[in-house]
């Protein structure tokens, strides 16, 4: 079901554009672009190395260098300065700050929606290019919790649909075993379930515990509704107390109060999340843990495409009539594998080429629509660097990095990337879970930039042509 705005929305829209186009003539233009992907697939290490590396970029390193080629020469990056907007600002300052601390840590995952404005002023490039003036954009920014996005599906699904298609996928695989004890509990509901809170709340904490259970010990994604893991500041809040209910007994009086709660979460999210987050933006990359896809099995890999494929679904792709009057289209997507940085360079084409297999779904439904669609492998923060491990006296290409753990230099070999879909024989291998590298010494507050793979031919491909 497509999420069309109202008519008073793309009026505002349509005005904010005009406005916009009279500021593009005058050489100050707008560049909206939204980071998304499942959880954990590195989304505030990704703006954070952003954002450090256009500010250094601005003050003369050459930090992305095969942006520049395509845009042009940038003379000067800056965060505009908070004004009166009602959503968190991305803190890019203190993500920095945990970067460049002894020892360097990794910046705290977001519980919270967070956007930031950089402006960028741009020399032009060409023949008559000293002679007119520097261009001026600013490029908007998004950070939010990735267990979010798999809200979006729902918008599309009443409570009944929803239940049904939910409490299908849980009862079989990998999924049945941590959620039986929910299971059983829903089974259970007599056909006049009384509309009791602790009915309620009983069935939501099993709920809850066990899409904790498949995100944490499972690795598991399609997990929904997302706040149920991720709350946000706001915190455990009554619209939150519902769970999916079978048939039998969503009838009773405590299916309606589900059904309620249910319809009031998605108003809340829609006016959250929603509407905030992808109404305007006209670019978007979508960030994928391949590697963890793939090391956590073939279940949680075809799920991890599964809920790509159902998110895509959602949003609203290309350039209709429609669309260039609200500015509701996306009009280029990048699809990136991240931390290639754990795989030696001689796997990182295969790394690409799964990953084009893995969103094969969502990036024809983004082509069909008239966007432009790229794929990439990216390291947002390179941590490792190319070294060889020795099995059986045979050497093998592998990556070394210092461990978060204890401070010691390991060399890891992560194995064989396949450049496809793998076949049943690949899943019979043993478990292997990659270790977590600490992130690499950086100069006080990120100033000279962020060490990377990729990321500047990402955003070439990606805003090159708006800048």
């Known amino acids: 079901m497509a999420l069309l705005p109202d008519p ?26 939204a980071v998304t992907g499942l959880s954990r697939a590195g989304k505030t290490v990704f703006l954070t190395s952003l954002v450090a590396n256009l500010v250094a970029a601005g003050a003369g390193r050459r930090t992305l260098p095969r942006l520049e080629a395509t845009a042009g020469r940038l003379q000067r990056a800056r965060a505009i300065p908070p004004g009166v907007e009602a959503t968190p600002r991305f803190d890019a300052e203190a993500h920095l700050a945990a970067l460049a601390a002894d020892p360097p840590r990794w910046p705290e995952r977001t519980d919270d929606l967070s956007t930031l404005s950089l402006s960028l002023v741009i020399r032009r490039r060409g023949l008559y290019g000293q002679f007119l003036p520097d261009r001026e954009v600013t490029l908007d920014l998004l950070d939010y919790p990735g267990e979010w996005l798999l809200d ?19 009862s079989t695989g990998i999924r049945a075993a941590p959620a039986a004890e929910f299971l059983a509990f829903a089974r259970a509901l007599p056909a006049n379930a009384p509309a009791e809170d602790s009915l309620a709340r009983r069935g939501h904490s099993l709920y809850r515990r066990f899409l904790l259970e498949a995100r944490d010990e499972l690795g598991l994604r399609f997990l929904q509704p997302g706040r149920f893991l991720n ?13 999916p209910m079978p048939e039998a007994a969503r009838a009773s009086p405590l299916g ?10 998605l ?9 905030p ?6 670019r978007q990359v979508v960030l994928v843990d391949v590697l963890g896809a793939l090391h956590a099995g073939r279940e949680a890999f075809d799920d991890t495409a599964e809920a790509l494929a159902a998110i895509s679904g959602t949003l609203r792709y290309g350039r209709g009539w429609l669309d260039l009057l609200t500015g509701a289209g996306i009009a280029r997507v990048a699809f990136a594998a991240t931390k290639a940085d754990h795989v030696p360079e001689v796997s990182r084409d295969s790394l690409s080429s799964l990953l084009a297999d893995l969103v094969e779904a969502p990036r024809r439904r983004a082509e069909i629509a008239g966007a432009a669609v790229s794929v990439h492998t990216v390291a947002a923060i390179r941590c490792t660097q190319e070294a060889t491990a020795l099995h059986e006296g045979r050497a093998s290409p592998a990556v070394r ?11 890891v070999d992560p194995g064989i990337v396949p450049a496809r879909r793998p076949p049943e024989s690949f899943w019979n291998a043993a478990y292997f879970q990659m270790p ?24 070439s491909g990606l805003l090159g042509d708006a800048l």
Do not use: C
């Open 8 to 33: 008073v929305r793309v009026l505002s829209e349509a005005a904010s554009r005009s406005a916009e186009a009279a500021l593009a003539l005058a050489g100050r233009e707008r560049v909206r672009l």
């Open 152 to 170: 979006l599906p729902m918008f599309g699904q009443d409570f009944s649909a929803w239940s049904d298609e939910t409490l299908a996928r849980i």
């Open 231 to 243: 709350p946000g500041p706001a915190g455990d809040a009554p619209l939150l107390w519902f769970f």
């Open 256 to 265: 309606e109060l589900l059904e309620r709660r249910y319809a009031a979460y």
């Open 267 to 275: 108003r809340d999210q829609r006016d959250r999340f929603l509407d």
């Open 277 to 282: 987050v992808f109404r305007r933006f006209d």
């Open 401 to 411: 990095g210092i461990l978060l753990e204890n401070g010691r230099w390991a060399t």
């Open 436 to 459: 977590v590298f600490r992130p690499p010494g950086l100069e006080p507050d990120g100033r000279g930039g962020v060490p990377h793979l990729g990321l500047d031919g990402l955003l």
